[in-house]
């Protein structure tokens, strides 16, 4: 794992998009096509308008997975994640194959294991991943689950993430929050060749600091497991940075 840290959330973004479009390029070159896992919420938004703006990239030889979804959700709901990607990024980039998770399909258990038939032994060249403010990855909460290696959970979501979606303004109140969603694996996510992690803004420095301060990993701080991944890229600004000890990270 390796932590830079840019000037504003702008520069972490665009840096981050460069990597992102280098990595899908060279796998589209060397074997024909590139399979990815998009993330979404608000440290996206900057990234993904960088990805999208890159005209080198051939879209349609790539298949796109996603990392999670809140369960019992309608895809018509200014929150569903599939809204955001559908409007965000499938719309202006076309990949060849995409793989949405239906949150309001009549059994999320099910979906779970539809989605784990479609990407079992599937290589994935770049997942793009965030750190929640609990520190989780996708929507993987403390204490993490860091042993099993099913490829997508359905999970409770703890209070603290519920009620982050609502500081976002994402939802009016925690009550409306859904309680559950199907998420993609920690170890799924670190099956990843390339793992690029976008933190932009204050509010996330002291999971940062709980996460990437120290050689701890530990489920309480889910995010923590990229440090045993030898190609994560954890971006963040100087918002994002300023609980770190200066040893831990490179100034971009």
């Known amino acids: 794992m390796k932590i830079r840290v840019f000037e504003n959330s702008a520069a972490l973004s665009r840096a981050a998009a460069r990597m992102a479009a280098a990595t899908i390029r060279e796998a589209i070159e060397k074997k024909g096509q590139a399979t990815f896992v998009a993330a979404t919420g608000a440290s996206q938004f900057e990234f993904l308008e960088f990805l999208t703006a890159d005209k080198e990239i051939d879209w349609s030889k790539t298949t796109m997975f996603h990392l999670d979804e809140y369960v019992g959700l309608p895809e018509t709901h200014k929150a569903s994640f599939r809204k955001y990607l559908r409007e965000r990024f499938i719309a202006k980039t076309h990949p060849g194959t995409v793989h949405l998770i239906n949150g309001d399909a009549p059994s999320a258990e099910a979906e779970a294991e539809r989605l784990n038939r479609l990407i079992s032994g599937r290589e994935i060249d770049i997942a793009f991943v965030g750190v929640g403010e609990n520190g989780h990855l996708a929507f993987n909460d403390p204490p993490a689950d860091f042993e099993t290696h099913t490829p997508f959970l359905v999970l409770d979501l703890d209070e603290r993430c519920r009620l982050q979606q609502v500081n976002e ?38 999971a940062v600091k709980n996460c990437f301060d120290s050689d701890l990993i ?35």
């Open 218 to 252: 530990s489920p309480q701080y889910p995010s923590s497991i990229l440090k045993k991944h030898k190609r994560a890229y954890i971006f963040l600004d100087k918002s994002s940075a300023f609980m770190l000890s200066p040893g831990r990270y490179s100034v971009a």
């Open 169 to 206: 303004g994402w939802f009016d109140s925690i009550d409306l929050v859904p309680r559950k969603a199907i998420s993609m694996s920690v170890n799924e996510i670190l099956r990843a060749d390339t793992v690029v992690c976008c933190v932009p803004g204050e509010r996330k420095a002291e």
